[in-house]
């Protein structure tokens, strides 16, 4: 049996080598030879044995000229080689640039430039797309930097750039590189004839602030400020200080406080408004946790999540946000116009319970909440596995009790006809990667507008996740699309400034003419 590529892309470089050899054959059993047999015996027989002899050296060499050569491009058949420096090779050229810029007295700085949403894109390519697409963004990476400075692939999300040294490289010029590299990397990709949108966060760290002169140590300086920007984002830009470096360190403690938080009342419920796009008015509200911590302030999922799977606290967490959104709801009962019903992500391990349903048919019961007022968001690592007998069942149960369902990340993932039919959804929501650029980018509106209409078509409306601009706002209504929500709506609010938020929205709402609707839909 064939063996994989992954495989001969593992062996060691010598055996590849080999390998290669073995394919090209014995360079006297090849077919070629056989050309020369007859020239061979006229000359023996003429000219003697120094005829012979000149003919067989003769053919020797034109059959090692015409041999089969190892393609650079064929992996198969040679050294397929990085399209650039990898961690090991960044740290030892960090090394040589940290000893030229201390010799000359002249600064550097290490950048790391990353996607915000890999594994996303990752899903939504092939291997070989995925690497042309690499190969694309580090190619933009390159087009911004000097001649002199070098990038690597650290991983395959994030290129580190590695500047060569100057005269005292400063925190406004780096900030000004950091954002001509995002608006080189942000533009639109294309690849195998369609268009890629993606954000870029940046970290960076001036020689000046790196906790050590060592490759390593600033290595590991700039990639904690592009995880504190890719936590900050989407599109963030972060520089490495002390309390970044603190934040680092403090990564590890985080999943042994969490426990003790979620016990305190610390992990809440924040709240992001959606709005329909026909009306203008509030239509949901979409519960996001956050960490309310004494030291490092407040928290997102990108701290949450990590620490909660590694304390392995998931059912918890669920009960905890499933309680505030009930919270919240009674709450909201008092304003004028309630904003709606509340969506809440359920992951795997509380869909896979099999008394999910009869608690939370106890919680509605407790509260006195009618079912209709949640919406439970299904992501696709649930929808994935509906053939499990009992996450059908629970998910099932729930939209005969009267929970709506909501399919999350659709585009990004397999969701079959069948899959809709079976949750019983009446939403599914346009992940951000196909929200990003839609206001400019005409591939992107092509493949947001199928998404409308495919939805269309099976009676579901749809919302947008991720709305970052007023323009991406006005062209999805344009298109067709229902609801959106995100920054350029709202950041997520805490349940006490909601309510204020709500009705200032209503205030501008009655000033501006509108068609008539009702909110909630």
Same mark, same amino acid.
């Given at each position: 049996?064939?063996?994989?590529?992954?495989?001969?892309?593992?062996?060691?470089?010598?055996?590849?080598?080999?390998?290669?050899?073995?394919?090209?054959?014995?360079?006297?059993?090849?077919?070629?030879?056989?050309?020369?047999?007859?020239?061979?015996?006229?000359?023996?027989?003429?000219?003697?044995?120094?005829?012979?002899?000149?003919?067989?050296?003769?053919?020797?060499?034109?059959?090692?000229?015409?041999?089969?050569?190892?393609?650079?491009?064929?992996?198969?058949?040679?050294?397929?080689?990085?399209?650039?420096?990898?961690?090991?090779?960044?740290?030892?050229?960090?090394?040589?640039?940290?000893?030229?810029?201390?010799?000359?007295?002249?600064?550097?700085?290490?950048?790391?430039?990353?996607?915000?949403?890999?594994?996303?894109?990752?899903?939504? &390519?092939?291997?070989?797309?995925?690497?042309?697409?690499?190969?694309?963004?580090?190619?933009?990476?390159?087009?911004?930097?000097?001649?002199?400075?070098?990038?690597?692939?650290?991983?395959?999300?994030?290129?580190?750039?590695?500047?060569?040294?100057?005269?005292?490289?400063?925190?406004?010029? &780096?900030?000004?590189?950091?954002?001509?590299?995002?608006?080189?990397?942000?533009?639109?990709?294309?690849?195998?004839?369609?268009?890629?949108?993606? =954000?870029?966060?940046?970290?960076? *760290?001036?020689?000046?602030?790196?906790?050590?002169?060592?490759?390593?140590?600033?290595?590991?300086?700039?990639?904690?400020?592009?995880?504190?920007?890719?936590?900050?984002?989407?599109?963030?830009?972060?520089?490495?200080?002390?309390?970044?470096?603190?934040?680092?360190?403090?990564?590890?403690?985080?999943?042994?406080?969490?426990?003790?938080?979620?016990?305190?009342?610390?992990?809440?419920?924040?709240?992001?408004?959606?709005?329909?796009?026909? =009306?203008?008015? !509030?239509?949901?509200?979409?519960?996001?946790?956050?960490?309310?911590?004494?030291?490092?302030?407040?928290?997102?999922?990108?701290?949450?999540?990590?620490?909660?799977?590694?304390?392995?606290?998931?059912?918890?967490?669920?009960?905890?946000?499933?309680?505030?959104?009930?919270?919240?709801?009674?709450?909201?009962?008092?304003?004028?116009?309630?904003?709606?019903?509340?969506?809440?992500?359920?992951?795997?391990?509380?869909?896979?319970?099999?008394?999910?349903?009869?608690?939370?048919?106890?919680?509605?019961?407790?509260?006195?909440?009618?079912?209709?007022?949640?919406?439970?968001?299904?992501?696709?690592?649930?929808?994935?596995?509906?053939?499990?007998?009992?996450?059908?069942?629970?998910?099932?149960?729930?939209?005969?009790?009267? *929970?709506?369902?909501?399919?999350?990340?659709?585009?990004?993932?397999? !969701?079959?006809?069948?899959?809709?039919?079976?949750?019983?959804?009446?939403?599914?929501?346009? /992940?951000?990667?196909?929200? =990003? /650029?839609?206001?400019?980018?005409?591939?992107?509106?092509?493949?947001?507008?199928?998404?409308?209409?495919?939805?269309?078509?099976?009676?579901?409306?749809?919302?947008?996740?991720?709305?970052?601009?007023?323009?991406?706002?006005?062209?999805?209504?344009?298109?067709? *699309?229902?609801?959106?929500?995100?920054?350029?709506?709202?950041?997520?609010?805490?349940?006490?400034?909601?309510?204020?938020?709500?009705?200032?929205?209503?205030?501008?709402?009655?000033?501006?003419?509108?068609?008539?609707?009702?909110?909630?839909?």
């Amino acid at each position: 049996m064939t063996k994989s590529r992954a495989q001969k892309r593992a062996r060691p470089f010598m055996f590849r080598r080999a390998e290669g050899k073995k394919r090209t054959g014995p360079i006297l059993l090849r077919r070629e030879m056989v050309a020369f047999l007859p020239a061979a015996g006229l000359a023996g027989l003429w000219f003697g044995l120094d005829g012979f002899v000149l003919v067989g050296i003769t053919a020797l060499i034109v059959a090692w000229m015409s041999r089969p050569m190892a393609s650079a491009d064929d992996p198969e058949d040679g050294i397929e080689a990085p399209p650039v420096p990898q961690r090991a090779e960044a740290e030892l050229m960090l090394d040589e640039t940290i000893r030229e810029a201390l010799d000359s007295a002249r600064g550097t700085a290490c950048l790391i430039v990353g996607l915000d949403d890999a594994e996303t894109l990752r899903n939504q &390519m092939s291997r070989p797309e995925f690497d042309e697409f690499l190969k694309a963004f580090g190619e933009r990476i390159r087009g911004v930097l000097r001649n002199s400075d070098r990038i690597a692939l650290l991983e395959r999300e994030r290129y580190a750039a590695i500047l060569t040294p100057t005269q005292r490289p400063d925190l406004e010029s &780096m900030i000004q590189l950091s954002a001509r590299l995002q608006a080189a990397c942000d533009a639109p990709f294309s690849i195998s004839a369609r268009s890629i949108n993606i =954000t870029s966060h940046v970290g960076f *760290c001036l020689l000046s602030r790196a906790p050590e002169h060592s490759g390593k140590a600033f290595l590991a300086a700039a990639e904690a400020a592009a995880d504190e920007a890719r936590r900050n984002g989407p599109g963030a830009i972060r520089a490495f200080t002390h309390e970044i470096r603190q934040a680092a360190k403090a990564q590890g403690a985080l999943a042994e406080a969490i426990g003790p938080a979620l016990e305190e009342g610390r992990i809440v419920a924040y709240f992001q408004p959606q709005i329909c796009t026909d =009306t203008g008015a !509030v239509s949901g509200m979409q519960a996001a946790p956050r960490w309310l911590d004494r030291e490092r302030g407040v928290l997102g999922e990108a701290e949450i999540a990590p620490a909660i799977e590694a304390a392995g606290l998931q059912m918890r967490l669920n009960e905890v946000m499933l309680f505030q959104c009930f919270n919240a709801l009674r709450d909201w009962e008092q304003l004028p116009v309630p904003p709606g019903p509340v969506s809440l992500a359920l992951d795997m391990a509380h869909v896979a319970d099999p008394r999910l349903f009869d608690r939370l048919k106890w919680e509605f019961d407790r509260f006195d909440i009618a079912p209709e007022r949640t919406r439970l968001v299904l992501h696709q690592d649930v929808t994935a596995k509906l053939d499990d007998e009992v996450i059908g069942r629970n998910v099932s149960q729930c939209a005969k009790f009267g *929970c709506r369902i909501e399919l999350a990340g659709f585009g990004t993932g397999p !969701v079959s006809v069948a899959a809709l039919r079976r949750t019983g959804a009446e939403r599914i929501r346009i /992940h951000r990667s196909f929200v =990003t /650029h839609v206001d400019r980018d005409p591939e992107q509106q092509r493949l947001v507008a199928a998404i409308v209409s495919f939805a269309e078509g099976l009676g579901l409306q749809t919302v947008a996740d991720g709305v970052t601009t007023i323009g991406e706002h006005a062209m999805l209504a344009q298109l067709g *699309c229902n609801h959106v929500q995100g920054k350029a709506i709202s950041q997520p609010l805490p349940l006490e400034e909601s309510g204020a938020w709500l009705a200032r929205h209503d205030t501008r709402l009655s000033r501006a003419p509108r068609k008539d609707g009702r909110r909630g839909a």
